[in-house]
Structure formats: structure tokens, C-alpha cells
């Protein structure tokens, strides 16, 4: 498999995930600006979308969107827990955790890294997405993780775009539940090596 990836974009999830699951991959440094690999190619030839991550299998089928992809992961590797089986309500509670990471956190962010938003849009949608993360601290009270007592792909995902937010101007420091977390996901192997691997701080 080949992982397409951005450093410290979303595509540090799926990353994640195969560092977990310790299925061998080949990592692809991509500047989706220029719309290139690291070693020059094309990158629409593997997503025409032109966004990361994608990932190739290989049987040169190319999947895109990391919550498809962290759920292909996790199923290549069922053992390692880091998703629910299939058809039940706890895959169900999985997939339900990453649409939310996806759609209201996830894009949101996208609003305040738009140099053409005005100052007011970015106060409002910093205001907004607290809210959401109060929400999610809620989640987290009494458990390690977001699902329960073991770590799964939405954590990777979670982790991912909550590292966004110091360089979104978003405080999350009042919340010290979500932070004991995030200190937790980046404390575990798998993570300290994705983030190693792309070059990017661990912190």
C-alpha cells in the first residue's frame, strides 16, 4: 500500500492508523499546492480530487477520504481493535464519532485557515468550535479515549485535527479533560512515529 500524505494535514490520520495496525505501507509526500509528489509525478493521476490522503492498495485501487480510509485499515487488521466489527452498534458508534470529527471540527477549520474570511467570521467560528470541543469533553469524562477504555482510528483522527487549533488561534486550554487526552494519543508509539516520520513536532 502507498499512503499519499501532507505533513501534519489530515492524511496524519490514516497514518496513524497503519502505524497501529503495523501493516507495511509506503509513505508519499505530497504538495497538494503544486499538485505534486515529493518525486515529482502528478498527483491528480493517483487523486483526481487533489486532496490527501489517499491510499493506494495493491491492487492499484486508489481510496480517498480518511474516514473510508482509516476504516479499510483497521479491517485489514481486525485483531488490533482499533475498530468495531462490522454490523454492529459499536462500528455504527464509530462511524457516527468520525462524521462528527469530520464535519464539525474537521471543516470547520477550514473557515479560519481562509485568508479571505474577515476577522468577525473567524471570532464567530472560534466561538462555534469551542462549543463543539465542550462537546466532546463531555465524551471524554471517565474514559481514556473517545469510544470507551481502548484506543480506536476516530482517536487518531480526533488527535489529528485538534492539533490544528494553536495555529487556528482556538484556546483549548480550558478544558483540561480533552487535553489530559490529547496528551495520552500523543504519548503512544504509533503516534510519536507517524508525526517522526513526516517531519513535523510532536507537540
Given at each position: ?8 494535514a489530515c492524511?496524519?490520520?490514516?497514518h496513524i ?8 505501507f509506503?509513505a ?59 454490523g454492529?452498534?459499536?462500528r455504527?458508534?464509530?462511524?457516527e ?5 469530520g ?5 470547520t477549520y ?26 466532546v469533553q463531555?465524551?471524554l469524562?471517565g ?18 485535527v ?6 487556528a ?5 480550558g ?19 507517524a ?9
Open positions: 500500500m502507498k499512503l499519499f500524505y501532507s505533513p501534519g492524511s496524519l490520520s490514516p492508523a497503519l502505524k497501529e495496525a503495523g501493516l507495511p509506503e508519499v509526500k505530497v504538495d497538494t499546492k503544486a499538485g505534486k509528489t515529493a518525486a515529482g509525478a502528478d498527483y491528480k493521476a493517483v487523486n483526481s480530487k487533489g486532496a490527501v490522503p489517499a491510499l493506494q492498495l495493491d491492487d492499484g485501487q486508489v481510496l480517498t477520504e480518511g474516514a473510508a480510509i482509516v476504516q479499510y485499515i483497521a479491517d485489514q487488521k481486525p485483531e488490533s481493535g482499533l475498530a468495531p466489527k462490522a454492529t452498534i459499536e455504527y458508534r464509530l462511524m464519532a468520525l462524521n462528527y470529527v464535519t464539525e471540527l474537521h471543516k477550514s473557515i479560519l485557515f481562509n485568508p479571505r474570511n474577515p476577522d468577525e467570521v473567524k471570532v464567530a467560528t472560534r466561538e462555534a468550535l469551542l462549543k463543539k470541543y465542550e462537546w463531555q465524551q469524562k474514559r481514556d479515549f473517545l469510544l470507551g477504555d481502548h484506543f480506536t482510528v476516530v482517536d487518531g483522527y480526533l488527535f489529528t485538534s492539533r490544528w487549533a494553536k495555529h488561534g482556538l484556546d483549548l486550554g478544558l483540561p479533560a480533552l487535553q489530559a487526552y490529547l496528551e495520552r494519543i500523543a504519548s503512544r508509539p504509533a503516534v510519536r512515529a508525526l517522526q516520520a513526516e517531519g513535523i513536532s510532536q507537540k
